[in-house]
């Protein structure tokens, strides 16, 4: 929730009125989007596979803007710019993940196992609560720019200014998301890819929320899916390549 009040509204900008032009919009084209959105998240939910909702959404966007008014439509500036942090927003985590993990390693290297665990346990909260604050600055966004697409095509109002309520519903809509859960893709992110303790569970989740913080500033969005999985297989490579289950990060990749 508190992501609402510090990290703007880029991102919503750019999912309102940065993938396609605004005169495509309707009604139909942001329900045909929803729709493809909506069902392709919810089979992989089903089947515990972690996708990136956000490059759903934007792929659903790009597909029907190319059906209603072809290539001239898509905005390729802002495309590519989401087609390249695809790739970069999971490496950045991943190298990230590393570095915080040989950090913590040498700081606490006089520290007794029992100690080191005790310690990160509770640091766990504080980086569970920056990875939360970079979702909701990044995911809660593209909510909020198809809300706002929405209200432009339906003549509710001019431009694509982010009213406060579409702001704190969203942002209400992805807490209540969180605290229902999706604890099939939580056991494929927390167990399946690699096994993690408490100080490599905090090196992962401080690298995924650096790089969605970061790129939420920069009004791009990325998946945090992706970009958290990057990060829990640069602390599990480090350990060991083989402690990485190669066979689901693949087939998170593939999905």
Known sequence: MVAAF??????????????VSPEVLSLWFVLVVLLGAIVWTYVCTILGLPISVSHSLVGGIIEAGLIKGGVKVLMMKSIIKIAIFIVLSPLIGFFLGIFFSIVTTWTFRRWSPWR???????????????????????????????????LVASGWQQGFNVPLWVILSCHVAIAMGTLIGGWRVVKTMGMRVTKLIPVSEFCAETAAAASIIGSSLGGIPVSTTHTITGGIIGVGSLRRLSAVKWRVAGNIAVA
């Open 6 to 19: 510090g990290f703007g509204v880029g991102v919503a900008k750019t999912i309102g009125k940065g993938v």
């Open 116 to 150: 080191v665990d005790r310690l990160f346990r509770a640091g766990q909260l504080l980086s569970s609560a920056l990875f939360s604050l970079g979702h909701g600055a990044n995911d809660a966004q593209k909510t909020m720019g198809i809300m706002v697409m929405v």
